[in-house]
């Protein structure tokens, strides 16, 4: 499952920040994580690997909150922005035709980590 060590990652990444930054385990209350749509195929699987992996660790404790940030087409020659993709339009090219004029767009957004907030209480 792609979620699970995407996840697995996330908490290794995490607990070494944790650790550089000295923060007080006891003072952390959430975690807010912007993530691409193309990363995380489904937030519900998302969760349950964070459930599993966050098991009789601290983390178990910390509430996760994921906004998956979606892709849009940004037109290079005629400079329209499409917010929606249609199904099949979510492939590995970042370019793609556009809608409008034809010609060459790029897909935007919806690909690796926007951002990560320890929240502290």
Do not use: Q
């Amino acid at each position: 499952m792609h979620e699970y060590s995407f996840v697995e990652n996330l908490i290794k990444s995490l607990e070494e920040s944790i650790k550089k930054d000295k923060i007080n385990l006891e003072d952390i209350k959430e975690i807010y994580l912007e993530v691409g749509e193309f990363e995380i195929h489904s937030s519900d699987a998302f969760y349950k690997a964070y459930e599993i992996l966050s098991k009789n660790t601290f983390f178990e404790k910390v509430k996760i909150n994921l906004k998956v940030l979606e892709p849009y087409i940004e037109c290079l020659k005629c400079g329209k922005v499409e917010l929606e993709l249609e199904e099949e339009e979510h492939h590995k090219l970042n370019i793609i035709a556009c809608p409008n004029c034809g010609e060459i767009a790029e897909i935007k957004g919806g690909r690796g980590v926007g951002k990560i907030e320890v929240i502290l209480k």
